[in-house]
C-alpha cells in the first residue's frame, strides 16, 4: 500500500557533515574529498537501484559528475558552519514499477527544485524488501547566468522614514541579510511536500491504482485516527527479524484501538441513520419491541431460551437505567452515544499523540546514553585524529549528533534534559489512556442493547408489512 513520507534536513558542516561524504553514501560510490583528501568509499552498498544528476540550464555540464559537483560545493562553502545541501527523502509507491518509479521522482525534482536553479542528486534504494525510496541533495547556492556559483545573499541598508541610511553608534551603516533565493522559506516546505502527494496520486491514478496519499496529518485530514509512531532503521530491522520492539507494541496497540475506534463509530452512526429515517406514526413502540424479543421466536434449544431471558433483562436494565420509554428517548440516547464516542475518540487521539511524543523524546536519551562514549571520546581526540575516528565511527557519532539537537530543540528553556518528568507524565497519559479506551469499549454495551431492540423493530414492522399483504390479497380474492 502507498503510504505518504517526506523528510527535509540539512547537511552542514557546521555539525561535522559533509556534502562529498553524503553523496558517496547514498550512491554507493568511491569519492575523494579534494578539501581534506578524505577518502569515502561506500562500493560496497547493497541496494542503490539508480543514480542520476539532473542540472539546471545555466549549469557547467561537468557539475554532472557527482565527485565534480560535491567538491566545487565543498570549496564555494568558505564557512566552518556552511550549509552544503539538503536532503529530500521520499517515500515510494510499492504500487509503481521501478521504471516509473524513476520517472516520478524525475519529473518531481525537475519541477520542484531543477527548474528554481537547484542541482538535484537523485539517489533510489530497492532492496526488493516493500521499502523503495528515495535521497535527493539538493545545492543550496544559486548559479549566475554563465554557469558561476552566486551569492547566497546580501546586505541591505536599513532606511528611516526619510529614506537615509542609519548609522550605528560604532559608526557603521545599519543593514539587513537578505536572502537571494527563497528555498529556505518554511512555506517551501509544505509546497514541497503537497506537491510530491499531488504528483504521486496522479501517478497512481494514470497507472490505474485507487490508492491516494496525503500529505496532511490525520488531524488535519479530519481523520478520526491514532497516528502510530516512526520505528527508525534499528527497530524496523529488528521487527522484519521477528524480534518484538517497544516501538512495535505501541505501534500493534495503536492499531487495535483505531479498530476499535471505527467499529464503534461505525455502528453508532448507523444507529443514529437508522433511528431517524423511522416513521413518526405507525412505528412499534418499546413495549412492542420488547415483546417481540421477549417471544424467542425461533428458539430450537434450551441454552438459546436462557440466552433469550439473559437478553431480555438486559435490555430492560438498559431501558430502565436510561429512562427509555418511547422512540424519542432512544432517538436522546442515540444523539448522547454518538456524542460521547467522539469526544472519548478526541481525548483518546490527544493522550496518543502526547504519548508518541514522549516517546520520542525518551528514545533520543536512550540514543544519547547509548552513544556518549564514542562521542566523548571523540570531542576529546586531537583536531588534527578526528577524520579518521569519525569516518570508523560515523554511524554511532550522527546518530549521537541527531539526538543531540533533536534534545536541544524540545527543551523548552531547560538547562538539563527533564527526563524523569517525561516519563512521569507519560506513566500517567498511558493510564488515563487506559482507562478512556475502557471507557470507549463500554459504549459497546449500550450500542449492542439498541441493535437488539433495533432489530426487534425491524422484525415486527417485516411481520406487520407480511400481515397486511396478507390481508390484502385475501380482500382481492
Known amino acids: 500500500m502507498a503510504i505518504y513520507h517526506l523528510s527535509i534536513k540539512i547537511i552542514s558542516r557546521g555539525k561535522g557533515k559533509s556534502a562529498v561524504a553524503a553523496a558517496a553514501y547514498r ?8 578539501c581534506d583528501g578524505v577518502t569515502h568509499d561506500y ?5 542503490v537501484a539508480h543514480t542520476e544528476i539532473l542540472l539546471p540550464e545555466n549549469v557547467p555540464a561537468e557539475y ?22 539538503r536532503e529530500i527523502a521520499l517515500a515510494l509507491p510499492v504500487e509503481l ?16 527544485f531543477v527548474s528554481a536553479g537547484m542541482c538535484a542528486d537523485i539517489c533510489i534504494h530497492d532492496k526488493n524488501d516493500g521499502n523503495p525510496h528515495a535521497h535527493v541533495l539538493l545545492t543550496m547556492r544559486p548559479f549566475e547566468q554563465d554557469g558561476s556559483w552566486a551569492a547566497k545573499s546580501r546586505k541591505e541598508y536599513i532606511l528611516n522614514d526619510n529614506g537615509e541610511r542609519i548609522r550605528l553608534k560604532s559608526g557603521v551603516y545599519k543593514t539587513r541579510k537578505v536572502n537571494a533565493v527563497d528555498w529556505n522559506e518554511q512555506t517551501k516546505a509544505e509546497e514541497w511536500r503537497s506537491g510530491w502527494a499531488d504528483i504521486c496520486n496522479r501517478a497512481l491514478e494514470q497507472n490505474g491504482h485507487a490508492e491516494r496519499i496525503d500529505h496532511r496529518s490525520y488531524e488535519r485530514q479530519g481523520v478520526e485516527q491514532i497516528p502510530t509512531i516512526h520505528l527508525g532503521v534499528a527497530a524496523s530491522a529488528m521487527e522484519k527479524r521477528g524480534i518484538p520492539t517497544e516501538r512495535g507494541d505501541i505501534n500493534r496497540e495503536i492499531a ?13 452512526k448507523k444507529l443514529k441513520s437508522w433511528i431517524y429515517t423511522q416513521p413518526l406514526v405507525g412505528a412499534p413502540t418499546l413495549i412492542e419491541t420488547m415483546q417481540g424479543v421477549a417471544a424467542g421466536k425461533n428458539l430450537d434449544s434450551q441454552w438459546k431460551k436462557i440466552s433469550n431471558l439473559k437478553t431480555q433483562a438486559k435490555l430492560l436494565i438498559f431501558l430502565q437505567e436510561n429512562s427509555i420509554t418511547d422512540l424519542s428517548q432512544l432517538a436522546g440516547k442515540v444523539e448522547q452515544l454518538y456524542n460521547a464516542q467522539y469526544e472519548l475518540a478526541n481525548t483518546i487521539k490527544a493522550e496518543e499523540r502526547r504519548i508518541s511524543t514522549l516517546n520520542q523524546h525518551l528514545a533520543q536519551v536512550d540514543i544519547l546514553k547509548e552513544h556518549s562514549a564514542v562521542h566523548k571520546k571523540y570531542r576529546g581526540l586531537d583536531p588534527k585524529k578526528r577524520s579518521a575516528f569519525r569516518e570508523k565511527h560515523a554511524n554511532e557519532i550522527a546518530v549521537y549528533e541527531s539526538a543531540s539537537k533533536y534534545i536541544k530543540e524540545h527543551l523548552n528553556g531547560r538547562d538539563k534534559i527533564p527526563e524523569k518528568d517525561w516519563r512521569d507524565e507519560r506513566d500517567k497519559l498511558l493510564a488515563q489512556r487506559f482507562a478512556h479506551v475502557e471507557e470507549y469499549y463500554n459504549l459497546k454495551d449500550d450500542v449492542h442493547s439498541i441493535e437488539i431492540l433495533r432489530r426487534g423493530a425491524e422484525n415486527i414492522m417485516r411481520e406487520e408489512a407480511t400481515v397486511q399483504h396478507t390481508r390484502k390479497q385475501e380482500i382481492e380474492l
Open 256 to 268: 487495535v484501538s483505531n479498530n476499535q475506534l471505527r467499529q464503534i463509530r461505525g455502528r453508532i
Open 97 to 112: 514499477s521501478q521504471e516509473e518509479n524513476i520517472g516520478l521522482v524525475r519529473a518531481y525534482c525537475q519541477r520542484h
Open 43 to 47: 562500493t560496497r552498498k547493497d541496494g
Open 64 to 85: 554532472s559528475d557527482r565527485a565534480t559537483l560535491w567538491n566545487a560545493v565543498e570549496q564555494i562553502e568558505k564557512n566552518k558552519n556552511s550549509q552544503l545541501a
Open 27 to 34: 550512491a554507493g560510490e568511491k569519492i575523494v574529498n579534494a
